[in-house]
């Protein structure tokens, strides 16, 4: 018998300071930003466990949506994004100015050409994978909501879907939108994964 673990990952909304590089900067949600995830989740679904990055933008929303379905809730620093050194806080026109080539060689090649000081791609998704497998591993059977970030929930679609890392840009990861994923269990099989949808509404 198959049992399968389901796990709809959720990217938080709009968030105060426009578009910039905002790895750990810890900026709040903008009541757009708010309303745009309860406009996500208000379908509903039979979730059994909530999962959160520890920054605000994630972790507010998660507490309250958490009390008010009387869910239960944990906060997982490993989801956190990543951390883009001296790039964080900065829009890309910044960037540009200052460096006219750096965005479009990260893009290219994120872990050659990383900014100064920052979380290197290949760390990064250790840590995020780490922290994948060890919540599929405890939720097993389970409907888990995980509210996180862009960067995060590239990585873990990039692994189901092996992708390789110059593509994770291929993946448009939209504010308060949500993919689900569902891991198949098998008796004396490995663990499989697909993507049931991606970036749809419950």
């Known amino acids: 018998m198959t049992k399968i673990t ?18 750990s900067t810890d900026d709040p949600l903008t009541e ?4 745009q995830m309860l406009d996500t989740l208000n379908a509903g679904s039979e ?4 999962i959160s990055s520890p920054l605000q933008r994630c972790k507010k929303f998660a507490a309250h949506w958490s009390e008010e379905n009387s869910l239960p809730l944990s906060i997982n620093n490993n989801f956190q994004e990543m951390h883009f050194g001296d790039w964080e806080g900065k829009t890309a026109e910044e960037i540009i100015v200052s460096s006219p080539d750096a965005l479009e060689k990260f893009w290219q090649n994120p872990e050659r050409f990383a900014p100064a ?3 290197r791609l290949s760390e990064f998704k250790h840590r995020i994978l ?9 939720q097993q059977g389970k ?23 110059h593509a994770l840009l291929k993946l448009e990861i939209p504010l308060a939108g949500i993919s689900r994923v ?7 099989k490995p663990d499989s994964s697909s993507l049931v949808f991606h970036a749809g509404s419950l």
């Open 47 to 50: 979730w059994t466990q909530i």
């Open 117 to 119: 000081n920052s979380e």
């Open 182 to 188: 569902n891991i198949y269990h098998e008796r004396d």
């Open 6 to 23: 389901t796990v709809d990952l959720m990217r938080h909304g709009e968030v105060e300071g426009g578009s910039r590089f905002r790895g």
């Open 130 to 138: 780490t922290a994948w497998k060890e919540i599929i591993k405890q």
């Open 143 to 165: 409907h888990v909501l995980l509210i996180s970030h862009g960067g995060v929930i590239r990585s873990i679609l990039a692994h189901i879907l092996e992708m390789p890392d």
């Open 32 to 35: 757009l930003g708010w309303q």
